[in-house]
């Protein structure tokens, strides 16, 4: 009997964009090529993290590595960009 090992536990980001057409669109951008979409931001978190569990499985299946995320960090940053001068006559 093969001994069972216990499930490792893996931390992606992901990335939801509003949708032209309506809904979301989803993507990990460790993982090329995971992705996915929904109508609702709850569906969409959902669907994603359903996409990254079998992107991994599939993975593991393969004895391909799992790719680590990187250390770096995401956020928000401010831009002010100075209004161009208008003339009035």
Known sequence: MKPVRAPSVYHFTFVI???????????CPSLPGCYSQG????????HIREAIQCHLESLAKDEEPIPQEPDELFGTIQVTVPTPHRSYR
């Open 39 to 46: 109508e609702t931001l709850e569906e969409t978190k959902a």
């Open 17 to 27: 964009e509003a949708d032209e057409t309506g809904g979301y669109y989803a993507f």
